[in-house]
């Protein structure tokens, strides 16, 4: 381990360690050489082989060269990858130099004993897929795919893959007794890695693998470690533990398949099968072309029968024998394009999935903390007098509840922000930041209208929409509460003074 303050290659500043595992350790670093205050942030990952022996530590920077250049190429073609600032050798010891994802990793949503709603599964699965499948066309295997490896990032709530394993066979590179290299880790999870990548022989199909246990993870509220397994065929049994359509019951049925010759081959592949459209059965397009007759026939009579001759010996001019109904093709109806739907950039939010905010616990019984301005319940650290994790704040002079995340005294995380009666606000529902609406979240207004996006201290700031009862929208970029363009329009109605300030939520030390 480093120690804190610890300068590498005379520009990464060592802040605070970040985790460590079987290939080596991670570290939360400044950058020096950037002219900026505070300095800007970079991830250091360690690796350290164990055997120090010099044709091995030869092999271990080819191997490391080699993969630095495949993460330089990821992050190049898409941008839910992080970027690759660095690598570099120093003392027989490599690092490598990473962007910094702000956000939070998705084993904050995906919480055993809560599972999500179908639709919440599939544009996971989407989102994951959508990056994955860039990754795959350049035959990179990710190898390590689990909610801890996904990022939720901060600005805009996408995802972010992170801690590809390739780079992790360095620490554990060892010879057998016929002298030949190999590394004495496996890489991957119990869970979220199939029979051939525990045998040392990972396919694309194993990423597959794993974001379809990420998904019965996410459905059924079960670790896939606790999921059993058919003695006979080593499948996973999962389908009786949730309620969900056949359709994707059987998407996901096929991205886990104990064999890997029955999955889906590729995360194209499996995207493909997730959001293509089950086939209408023939029965039901003959009925639909049947309905397309009757309406037809029925707007013929009201134009008038002179109309309607006119096209039927137009037909049969052309087909001297009556044709066959079922040979006929239906004709898709005319439909006027509508402008896209502005919402679909919003339609989930970071905290969305975090189903206990939907329903905020009362401010009863005994608190844990309380002071003149409010009650405070939920966990306390006795020696630092800090409130830290999930708690609920009820303010007694105005009736604002906050009921959330807390950091260091601070509101930092998911939380929301419960209105007196009196405001035209009902809730926020969205990331905080030191006591303040900082990120992405939602305003819920008492008359129905809302507004998704984000938010910058206490503000609806940059790119957002704002939806009426009816649900049109109006989106744009807002400053300062106000959408640009417009003449003062507000995201919060028509009183915008009733979101608090921050020096009026803020709680006093414990």
């Known amino acids: 381990m480093h120690p804190l303050g610890t300068v590498l290659r005379s520009r990464y500043k060592i802040i605070h360690p970040l985790g460590s595992g079987g290939f080596g350790e991670t570290y939360l670093a400044e950058d020096l050489d950037i002219p900026t205050t505070p300095k800007p942030k970079c991830v250091v990952k360690h690796l350290k082989p164990q055997n120090q022996n010099e044709v091995l530590l030869k092999i271990a920077k080819g191997l490391f060269n080699r993969e630095a250049e495949i993460l330089y190429r990821l992050d190049k073609i898409h941008n839910q990858v992080p970027e690759l600032f660095a690598h570099f050798e120093e003392n027989g010891e490599f690092y490598l130099v990473q962007e910094f994802i702000d956000g939070h990793d998705l084993s904050k949503e995906i919480i055993a004993g809560q599972p999500w709603g179908e639709a919440e599964v599939k544009k996971l699965l989407r989102d994951v897929l959508e990056v994955l499948v860039v990754i795959h066309q350049q035959s990179i295997i990710h190898r390590d795919i689990k909610p801890h490896n996904i990022m939720r990032r901060r600005q805009d709530g996408k995802i972010v893959l992170i801690d590809f394993g390739a780079v992790k066979e360095i620490k554990c590179l060892e010879t057998n007794t016929q002298g030949q290299v190999t590394s004495s880790i496996l890489i991957g999870t119990n869970g979220y890695m199939p029979n051939e990548q525990a045998n040392g022989k990972p396919k694309l199909s194993s990423d597959v693998y794993a974001v379809g246990m990420l998904g019965i993870q996410a459905l059924t509220g079960i670790p896939p470690q606790n999921l059993p397994e058919d003695p006979v065929t080593g499948e996973i049994i999962w389908r009786d533990q949730t309620n969900v359509s056949d359709r994707f019951a059987e998407v996901l049925t096929n991205m886990v398949r104990s064999h890997f010759s029955q999955r889906y081959q590729t995360a194209a592949e499996a995207l493909q099968a997730l959001t293509q459209s089950p086939p209408t059965p023939k029965s039901d397009r003959w009925r639909s072309l049947s309905n397309r007759k009757v309406i037809a026939t029925g707007g013929a009579v009201l134009l008038g029968s002179i109309m309607s001759l006119y096209v039927v010996s137009r037909y049969f001019a052309k087909s001297p024998t009556p ?121 819920k207004l008492r008359n129905g209208n809302e507004y998704r996006g984000k938010f910058a201290k206490n503000k609806c700031q940059g790119e957002g929409v704002y939806i009426y009862a009816d649900k049109t929208e109006r989106d744009g970029i807002w400053r300062e509460d106000k959408l640009e363009g417009s003449d003062n329009f507000s995201c919060k109605g028509s009183s915008a003074s009733s979101m608090p300030t921050i020096s009026f939520l803020s709680p006093k030390p414990f």
């Open 323 to 443: 044709p066959n109904p079922q040979a006929v093709t239906p004709q898709p109806p005319i439909v006027t394009p509508k402008p896209p739907s502005t919402i679909k950039k919003f339609s989930q939010l970071p905290c969305d999935s975090d189903q206990q905010l939907s329903s905020p616990p009362p401010a009863t019984g005994k608190p844990t903390w309380e002071t003149d301005v409010y009650k405070y319940y939920g966990q306390i650290n006795q020696k630092t007098k800090e409130a830290n994790g999930r708690g609920l704040m009820a303010f007694k002079q105005n009736n604002f509840q906050y009921y959330g995340d807390f950091k260091k005294n601070k509101r930092s995380g998911c939380g929301r922000l419960s209105y007196p009666a009196k405001s035209n606000i009902d809730y926020y529902l969205g990331q905080f930041e030191n006591d303040e609406p900082q990120g992405l979240g939602y305003l």
